[in-house]
């Protein structure tokens, strides 16, 4: 995968954000260079505290920017007015780490979604076109149209919430998406389809995808590039691999031998013995086969 | 066999909500951990294994309710005591719980050193200050904690610090059986780290007989502990050995939620991870037959109404499924 | 919404207080209607008249019919009503005199005292110690004597053409006369005030005052305290400094001396209701504007603002949909509380003496000004006084009530 050839959807140089004055200043987020191809798949991996929700919200022109530039498809990111603003949202849009919150719990689920068809300019739709249109969203991650319209979001649970704001960015087709954290409040048997629903939309819109997360083995499956964060700088970037299974910066490799894993040994493990590579690859498969 | 520590046998409770509802979080629940071994318990969220640690305690306050079951440890039975008796005589000097928000549950204007006296006191009142602090810093600098924490007050720990000094202040004296509900999910890898050390080290020193770990997080029960039991909906549904469980798994839910593993690993890119569709069924009114069977790949028709019993297999393994082990294993290898 | 009403009125604090405020504000809005005229009209020509129902004697005189009734005991409260404590006194006087123990004499027990008179009174023995004394024994025998007799009571009518009084009728004294049938019968429940005026008319008038001060007041301070919230909380930066800067300086300075300077400040004749309300209302915005602050100041991070913010929607639309249905109940409370304390701000004023000028209205606490000024608890005019005590008690309990109940339905901490 040669960056050369793809074109640079968001970059960054110098980005910084300080929160407060003098004797209480934090620096959150501290002179943070990025490019961004698009069609890339790139996760941020940092725990907290490390600056990578500063990071989100800049980029989403959420909180300003204290100093450095955004650069978004090669222009310097222009967002100082409202209507500028809107039209920049209509690019980059954001799925948030807890459903639970996402929504407004006084509004119907229908308004969510005809707020993205309002916002791609279909306010003079038919009202059979967009109820097609959500029908379609909804179908696209696994939902009835049937069961969701005229519900509240507390009707649903937590999978199928998120799911609805993957239908949301189906609707709204921005070129970029960040996910921070989109599975961490899920619990493990639905972080597969959400993932997988996220790879399918990518696949079909060709989107950027930007991932935010703390756990470095979800960063390792999901993404072509990775950029680890460590108090508010990059420490490390580069690809899944590189970064991953040769990682360079002190905190990269503390963090990868601190994550308790599986098939390697691991410090404070009950099972000493490293696998063999043919234990490894062979697995999962019975160890007992005998009935 | 070592000596059997915890026995529990068909043990359920309930919640009763607000609206006078019952909600059977803990169903028939039957295991033992014996002496020197750790036993984990995973699950989805809401699957009862968090009601399952509080049930351990014999303690019962509103909304949880007993409804049936023995818990012996070490041999006494605790779930038909007095709850001031239970309180007073189990509670930290059989059983240590430690819930997953412990660490905010110190209270910011005492010391630490406090609350060691507290738990000591309330099971030896005549204890005198000197051998409190003697005892507290010996165990705290077994257990590689700076012994000038005792003197400081929880807000001037770290979250990492705070967690690990809940830890060895519950387990101060010594208790048979320590409970961990999510010990070291709200915390950073190399805070957990330093947690599951901790922990490690006390089974190691045998200030701990045996202990019951609880985590949503695969990778991290595959490395604590020795067996591991699959909840779903309020019943066990697998039980078996660490290994066993995590690279062949029997029953199609522990199936499905070992298949969702994440870790940074070489190799693991390549595996497609599996998902499990649909939701829990409601624990006010659970589906009658297989819990699971709504959400089974391989159900079969008898599945929804047939009532499945836990059988007991070769190795101290056990599974909750009426479909038999070689059709299930031979499912499985067609689908790789 | 539907449900949250349900829950709402399933809280029994809330119920208790809804059912008592109510019957308060029934009573406010349906008397006036039942029974209308001028509150402040001065009926009675003297102060402090009790409570009871007044008949004309001219009237009940002149009535068709009257009626004649057996009833237990009537002759002893007659003789119980004509006897004064003067009479008892000398009879035990005499009594004791005359050689009875003391304890034999009760001036309480009219038939004994009688009894006791007439078995031992001899005109023959003068026991008083001067003539004018055994004179004055002797015509307390003679009214005691015609004490049971009835006399008949002789109506008469001036003939236009005569020029003379004619009989018209004769009534006995033991006569009844049905209430409904004397032209002039005036029913004062709580008497008069210093004036002469119906109290009770007036409290309820001045209940439906208050009331409309506590809600103007209210209005006022919730609207200045949620518009200066929703500044200073969604905003930040210099606004929030700016607000905050203002909303200290009421905090440090007493509200209620602030609000006497400002009354004082208005001349008497400008100070109608109105303007009263207002002015408390200007004084009592503070707290509102904290609470709304501290509340948009968390919601503005949620995520659910973010998308808002995402999905283009303007500033204005963000905040009707997204900030104000989140903190409409926290609001709701504040409101109430705010009616509440309104309505205690004007009986605080007025007893000050700084309330809404005292030619139009009535209101609670102008009547705890008059009933004080007149001294109406040294006259024991009670009825002046403890009835308003009672109606602002009541609404201010009732009001904190709801808001009780309404604070453990929207506070999860405090749900049971």
Known sequence: MSNEKKELCLSGTGVTKVFGFGERKTVAVDHVDFSFYSGELISIVGESGSGKTTLVKMLLGLISVTEGDIFFMGQKRDIRSHRKKKEYWKGIQAIFQDPFSSYNIFKKIDAVL?????????????????????????????????????????????????????????????????????????????????????????????????????????????????????????????????????????????????????????????????????????????????? | ???????????????????????????????????????????????????????????????????????????????????????????????????????????????????????????????????????????????????????????????????????????????????????????????????????????????????????????????????????????????????????????????????????PEDGTRDVKLTAIPGTPPNLKKPPDGCRFAPRCKYVKPQCKTASVPFEELCDGRGSRCIIPETELREAYRNEQ | MKNTLRQVFRSGKFVTGFVIFSAILLLAVIYPIISPGNPLQMIGLNSFIKPGTYVSVYDSLNTQRTYTFKLPGAAEKRIDSKLSNEDRLNIKDYLLRFGLPEEAVDIEQTHDLLA???????????????????????????????????????????????????????????????????????????????????????LVSAIGTSLQIGLIAGTVATLIGLLLGLLAGYLGGVADDIIMFFSNLFTVIPGFVLLILIAYSIDQSQRGVTTVAIVIGLTSWVWTTRSVRAQVISLRSRDHVNLSKLSGHSLPRLIITDILPYIASYVVMAFILQISSGILAEAGLSMLGLGPKTTDTATLGLMMDWAMRYTAHISGAWWAYYPVVLVIALVSFSLNLMNTGLDQIFNPQLRD
């Open chain 3, 116 to 202: 006791l008179w007439w078995n031992n009174y001899d005109p023959e023995l003068r026991l008083g110690s001067t003539i004018a004394e055994n004179r004055y024994f002797a015509r307390l025998d003679d009214k005691l004597a015609g004490i049971f007799e009835s006399e008949d009571i002789e109506v008469g009518e001036l003939d236009p053409d005569t020029g003379e009084y004619v009989r018209k009728k004769m009534v006995t004294e033991t006569d009844y006369v049905n209430v409904s049938d004397v032209a002039n019968v005036i029913r004062l429940p709580l008497g008069t005030d210093n004036f002469g005026r119906d109290t009770f008319r007036e």
């Open chain 1, 114 to 291: 005809l707020d993205c068809i309002h916002m791609r300019g279909g306010r003079g739709l038919s009202k059979e076109k967009k109820i097609e249109m959500m029908t379609e969203a909804c179908r696209f991650v696994n939902l009835k149209y049937e069961e969701m319209t005229n519900k509240y979001p507390f009707e649903l649970s937590g999978g199928q919430m998120q799911r609805l704001m993957i239908a949301r960015i189906f609707l709204l087709k921005p070129k970029i998406l960040l996910a921070d954290e989109p599975t961490s409040m899920i619990d493990a048997c639905s972080r597969a389809t959400i993932l997988d629903m996220l790879m399918e939309l990518r696949k079909e819109t060709g989107m950027m995808i930007i991932f935010i997360t703390h756990d470095i083995g979800l960063a390792y499956y999901v993404s072509d590039s990775v950029y680890i964060m460590e108090r508010g700088k990059i420490v490390e970037f580069g690809s899944a691999n590189e970064v991953i299974l040769n990682p360079k910066a002190e905190y990269t490799k503390r963090l990868l031998t601190d994550v308790p894993k599986i098939h390697e040994p691991w410090e404070f493990s009950k099972r000493k013995r490293p696998m063999t590579q043919e234990e490894r690859f062979s697995s999962p498969q019975p160890i007992n086969i005998e009935v």
């Open chain 2, 1 to 263: 066999m070592g000596k059997v520590i915890l026995e529990v046998n068909h043990l359920s409770t309930k919640y009763i909500t607000r609206f006078g509802e019952g909600v059977y979080a803990v169903n028939d629940v039957s295991f033992k951990v014996e002496e020197g071994r750790s036993l984990g318990i995973a699950g989805e969220s809401g699957c009862g294994k968090s009601t399952l640690a509080l049930s351990l305690m014999g303690y019962y306050f509103a909304p949880l309710h007993y409804i049936k079951g023995d818990i012996i440890i070490d041999g006494s039975n605790i779930s038909n005591r007095h709850p001031d008796d239970v309180r007073k005589n189990v509670l930290g000097n059989e059983i240590a719980y430690i819930p997953q928000a412990a660490m905010n549950a110190l209270n910011p204007t005492q010391r630490i050193i406090r609350f060691i006296e507290d738990v000591i006191r309330a099971h030896n009142p005549k204890a005198t200050k000197g051998d409190i602090y003697d005892l507290a810093r010996e165990r705290f600098e077994i257990l590689n904690l700076p012994a000038d924490t005792l003197q400081k007050h929880a807000v001037e720990l770290s979250g990492g610090m705070k967690q690990r000094t809940v830890i060895a202040v519950s387990t101060i004296l010594s208790p048979k059986i320590l409970i961990a509900d999510e010990p070291s999910s709200a915390l950073d890898v190399t805070s957990q780290k330093m947690v599951i050390k901790m922990i490690h080290d006390l089974m190691e020193l045998g200030y701990i007989k045996s202990m019951i770990f609880i985590t949503h997080e695969l990778p991290l029960l595959y490395n604590v502990t020795d067996d591991i039991m699959v909840m779903y909906a309020g019943q066990i549904v697998e039980r078996g050995s660490a290994d066993q469980m995590i690279f062949d798994p029997l029953h199609p839910y522990s199936k499905g939620l070992m298949g969702s593993i994440i870790v």
